[in-house]
């Protein structure tokens, strides 16, 4: 196989986790491929964390399609980790470590979706697609120039709280304590 190969299996595996029958008939190849090309910067050091999950996205995608860490490392892992990495490493780790509940299934794309909505890119279909406007939506994500209430970024809330000056992983708990609350679980 071609590090090529991996690359483009990789691409699908990551799209397959988090876009199915249940969340959409219409395919989001561009929007993921932006997502893919696009490094996850970050400003808050606790944010390196969400960083690492995504690049430990790659091993993972190696251990369940029985790929060396090896080959994986040469291949996958000689890159920073991208914002479609971070986000899907996030969503798994919202539904597997906070949010796992066997009666309602895997909702790791439920997670995911409700970020692609919060930044404002839920309905960039391939035949929507515009790269300046994802460019630019990406880059207010980036440098934290959403709402306070972190519309436009990966999580909106009405808490009072700034979460421009937030780390993600407690944005992501923010969220999830309010649709609880909502009983939008």
Not at 158 to 171: A, V
Request: proline content about 2%.
């Amino acid at each position: 196989m071609t590090r090529d190969e991996l690359i483009d299996q990789y691409f699908d595996w990551m799209y397959q986790l988090v876009v199915d029958d249940r969340y959409s008939n219409k395919s989001y190849r561009k929007l993921f491929a932006r997502l893919y090309d696009t490094e996850f910067t970050y400003t808050i050091p606790m944010d390196g964390n969400r960083a690492e999950d995504g690049i430990d996205l790659r091993y993972r995608f190696g251990r369940e399609q029985l790929y060396s860490d090896a080959m994986v490392a040469s291949c996958l892992d000689d890159r920073p980790c991208s914002i479609l990495e971070m986000m899907i490493a996030l969503a798994i780790r919202c539904e597997e470590h906070i949010m796992d509940d066997p009666d309602a299934g895997d909702r790791t794309g439920q997670w995911f979706w409700s970020m692609l909505v919060s930044l404002g890119l839920g309905s960039m279909d391939d035949r929507k697609f515009e790269r300046y406007f994802v460019d630019q939506t990406l880059e207010r994500f980036l440098e934290r120039g959403y709402g306070r209430n972190g519309e436009g970024g990966l999580f909106t809330v009405d808490n009072g709280r700034d979460m421009r000056n937030t780390e993600i992983w407690y944005q992501m708990n923010y969220y999830l304590r309010e649709i609880i609350r909502e009983g939008g679980i």
